[in-house]
Every structure is written in C-alpha cells, then in structure tokens.
C-alpha cells in the first residue's frame, strides 16, 4: 500500500485550461488524461489524500479514480 498526496486536478474546469497553458483542447480531454494518468500510478490498495481544487463544477462520470 502506498500513500500519494494530490491538489489541483481542477476536473471540469474549462478556464485550467487557458489559464495554466494546460495542453488539452477540451475540458473531457482533460478529465480522461487527468484520471488515466492517476489510475496508471494510484492502485485501489492506496490511499490517496486530496489536499484542494479536486474539482470546479458539475460532476466526472465515471466508475475510477
């Protein structure tokens, strides 16, 4: 088991984009990226501590992360 500490997915938060020169077209290119790179180094055995901008608004359909 390991622990990972995490910030600032900012998960549907179009203006990110713009505002942090992130390199993604679209805010659910973004969201995919964002939640398979996680899911390629956090296992279900870890914990994971958000520390804050989790997310901006609405909801993230999906079944991980």
Do not use: Q
């Not at 993604?24 to 899911?39: D, G, L, P, Q």
Request: net charge negative; with cysteine.
């Amino acid at each position: 088991m390991n622990y990972w500490w995490a910030s600032d997915y900012h998960f549907s938060h179009a203006n990110i984009i713009r505002y942090c020169n992130r390199p993604f077209e679209t805010v659910e290119e973004m969201n995919e990226v964002i939640i398979r790179k996680h899911n390629e180094r956090v296992k279900p055995e870890d914990t994971v501590f958000f520390l804050g901008d989790f997310i901006f608004k609405g909801k993230i359909v999906t079944d991980t992360i």
